[in-house]
């Protein structure tokens, strides 16, 4: 923890200055706001009491402080206290830094000595395995669970663990074999190209499950996945006009089937305010027609894609492997791309998706992120 070293009062902020030689200017609206005294702040459900609305606005009249906290005393008489542990994480650089994801990215087979391996029943009934799942999935976006007991309701006891059964079209838990129960090509047995799921839902899946309960008188079926951050960090450095165009023009994808008419326009590589990679939509099934504002626009749609798509369809970027009963794969849909090699004979994939804020929501209890 940093210590207090000196605190200064200057036109309506506080300047910092901690032992280590970081200096911090804190605004009063923002430490009157920030204030946790029982009036301000409720202790028990870490929520605010005062509405934004209702917060004073006042003035700092007199300051004191020692190495571990700051005493306020505001201009309605008002006194608050600031622990130096507190204020000294809203260093901007270091505030931003610890949110910002550092995925490690992969090409090909490499990552398979790399991705976690971990027994259901520890992954299940302990906190060091959940954290290596987690870690793995935060890492390298797919984590590999073993001993499951080869049936859909086993496998829904590690979809429950990873942030609990997100409910679709599709259903909670789902079958899927090459019975068309749905307008969509997964329900067949053709090989499928590597792809995002949900392209057309407003926040698609965040994980996606999948169990192999039976695949009995045929072969073929290897799963396939893609490191998507990988592809297009690549697509970056060789076609840049490219990388800009997908980061910029809204792709349609549509989803139809009786009864349901899912649409959704945004880009394909989706990118935070620090221009960090934070979602892959890329699906060649989905996409809807689409008019185009110019010559210019349409070509670039095309060309793009193709670019993107290289990468993708390169064996040497692809991670293929043959799921077996026992073992569920939980990978990232924000990052991963998967598909799947044609088979032949009665192949079963049990599975569910989880949704993002869920499995995310779980990642930052058990502080594998922030």
């Not at 994801?101 to 990552?111: H, I, N, Q």
């Not at 699906?283 to 010559?295: E, G, H, L, W």
Request: glycine share 6%; proline share 2%.
């Amino acid at each position: 923890m940093s210590a207090l070293q000196s605190v200064n009062i200057t036109d309506g902020s506080l300047t910092v200055l901690f032992d280590d030689g970081t200096s911090i200017v804190f605004e009063d609206v923002w430490l009157r706001d920030q204030c946790r005294c029982s009036a301000c702040y409720n202790s028990t459900t870490f929520q605010r009491v005062q509405h934004l609305l209702d917060i004073p606005d006042v003035t700092i009249t007199s300051v004191e402080y020692d190495k571990s906290q700051i005493l306020i005393v505001w201009s309605d008489n008002h006194e608050s206290i600031y622990k130096a542990e507190f204020l000294s994480e809203f260093e901007y650089s270091v505030w931003t830094n610890k949110r910002r994801r550092r995925p490690l990215l992969w090409r090909g087979k490499e990552v398979a000595s790399k991705v976690a391996k971990v027994h259901v029943d520890k992954f299940l009934n302990s906190v060091e395995g959940a954290e290596i799942v987690f870690t793995s999935l935060i890492d390298y976006g797919a984590a590999l669970i073993e001993g499951v007991e080869v049936s859909l309701e086993a496998t829904e006891k590690v979809c429950k663990a990873l942030g609990g059964v997100q409910h679709t079209m599709f259903g909670g838990m789902w079958e899927v074999t090459n019975v068309m129960l749905h307008a969509d090509t997964a329900y067949t047995n053709v090989p499928l190209a590597v792809h995002n799921d949900n392209t057309y839902f407003n926040e698609a899946a965040g994980l996606q499950v999948f169990h192999c309960l039976e695949h009995s008188n045929g072969s073929g079926g290897e799963s396939i996945l893609v490191d998507g951050f990988y592809g297009a960090s690549q697509l970056k450095k060789e076609f840049p006009e490219d990388y800009e165009f997908l980061t910029n023009f809204d792709l349609e994808a549509q989803y139809l089937e009786d009864g349901h008419n899912f649409r959704y326009a945004a880009p394909v590589i989706r990118l935070d305010k620090f221009k960090d990679i934070q979602q892959i939509r890329f699906n060649v099934y989905d996409r809807t027609a689409m008019a185009f504002s110019s010559q210019e626009e349409c070509r670039a749609y095309y060309r793009s894609l193709r670019n993107l798509s290289r990468y993708y369809e390169n064996l040497e970027c692809q991670w293929k492997f043959k799921l077996v009963p026992g073992t569920a794969l939980v990978f990232d849909n924000f990052r991963l791309l998967h598909g799947r090699t044609g088979f032949t004979g009665k192949r079963v994939l049990g599975g569910s998706y989880v949704a993002r804020s869920e499995w995310l929501n779980k990642a930052r209890a058990l502080r594998v992120i922030n």
